[in-house]
């Protein structure tokens, strides 16, 4: 079984900066990409960023200058640090990493259960 768990949402005055975190458990051989999303009230779920195994990461165009995925691959742990952040940020953020459970198992994808980010004043 594996398991993501996101943490760190809540709510912030525009403006302002969170920091999400997302941990992955279970059992685990390798998490390839790992990825945040997010879905906004009444919209669909949409791609916000990606970081490779090595380090390598794409930002959806609104979060490029303002959002910076990294990870910690001892921890299993993906980050979202947000700054700047605007009314329109507001959305549940979800976790999502491609993970090999064993070396016979084929990768496959994982969500966590998704964290509220609220930008309001």
């Not at 051989?29 to 997010?38: C, L």
């Not at 993970?99 to 930008?119: D, E, F, H, P």
């Amino acid at each position: 079984q594996v398991q993501l768990v996101e943490s760190g949402g809540g709510l912030v005055q525009p403006g302002g900066s969170l920091r999400l975190s997302c941990v992955a458990s279970g059992s685990i051989f390798r998490i390839d990409d790992m990825s945040w999303y997010r879905q906004a009230p009444g919209k669909e779920r949409e791609w916000v960023a990606t970081v490779t195994r090595d380090d390598n990461t794409n930002y959806e165009p609104s979060a490029k200058g303002r959002f910076t995925i990294s990870r910690d691959n001892a921890k299993k742990t993906v980050y979202l640090q947000m700054d700047s952040l605007k009314p329109e940020d507001t959305a549940v953020y979800y976790c999502n990493a491609d993970i090999k459970r064993t070396i016979l198992i084929a990768t496959m994808q994982y969500w966590g259960k998704g964290t509220l980010v609220t930008v309001s004043s």
